[in-house]
T-cell receptor
Framework: DGGITQSPKYLFRKEGQNVTLSCEQN?????MYWYRQDPGQGLRLIYY???????QKGDIAEGYSVSREKKESFPLTVTSAQKNPTAFYLC?????????????FGDGTRLSIL | GENVEQHPSTLSVQEGDSAVIKCTYS??????FPWYKQELGKRPQLIID?????GEKKDQRIAVTLNKTAKHFSLHITETQPEDSAVYFC????????????FGDGTTLTVKP
């Protein structure tokens, strides 16, 4: 059964701590994305990647970092520089090509500050 | 960059009525317009999409219309049911730049039984 798996479902961060959110896909998609969703708001793009070993900043990249060492994996690190990390984080993937393609989302990780 | 505005932010209808959500976009090069439905605490899921070479697309009770000249597109849900209650997001993309999409802020639809 193909899809995107995010873990953990809930995560708590202490002051000054870096935490990493996992995102794995078995859809053979080239492109992957990380979004932040705050209550009652839309999806804001943090980082995206079109191919392995390459990624680009989105609209709100400050305080976050990513890596893309494998096609299937796109982990997001929320660093201590991100002063307001409490949010719902969604990972997505899509195939790429000349025409736009729909994005497939994971179930999300809810991050809170202890 | 692209800017997508979505209206209304909340919409309440009686079961069986129709619901319409509208989005406008700023980049005339955008050519792909998906709509996603997100139920409370769950992942957004694609419900319908339209490409710039088509003016309208239907799938059972759901339809999307696109006006390229005016740069706006709309989601139409007929014969609404309580299970249609969710947050709906529109998006626009150019199919380039890793397929990056710009999302609207979402519309919370409530269908009252």
């Amino acid at each position: 059964d193909g899809g995107i798996t995010q873990s953990p479902k809930y995560l708590f961060r202490k002051e000054g701590q870096n935490v990493t959110l996992s995102c794995e896909q078995n859809l053979n998609h080239d492109a992957m994305y990380w979004y932040r969703q705050d209550p009652g708001q839309g999806l804001r793009l943090i980082y995206y990647s079109q191919i392995v070993n390459d990624f680009q900043k989105g609209d709100i990249a400050e305080g976050y970092s990513v890596s893309r060492e494998k096609k299937e994996s796109f982990p997001l690190t929320v660093t201590s520089a991100q002063k307001n990390p409490t949010a719902f984080y969604l990972c997505a993937s899509s195939s790429t090509g000349g025409a736009g393609q729909p994005q497939h989302f994971g179930d999300g990780t809810r991050l809170s500050i202890l | 960059g692209e800017n997508v505005e979505q209206h209304p932010s909340t919409l309440s209808v009686q079961e069986g009525d129709s619901a319409v959500i509208k989005c406008t976009y700023s980049d005339s090069a955008s050519n792909y317009f998906p709509w996603y439905k997100q139920e409370l605490g769950k992942r957004p899921q694609l419900i319908i999409d339209i490409r710039s070479n088509v003016g309208e697309k239907k799938d059972q009770r759901i339809a999307v219309t696109l006006n390229k000249t005016a740069k706006h597109f709309s989601l139409h849900i007929t014969e609404t049911q309580p299970e249609d209650s969710a947050v709906y997001f529109c998006a626009a993309s150019k199919g380039t730049n890793a397929g990056k999409s710009t999302f609207g802020d979402g519309t919370t639809l409530t269908v009252k039984p």
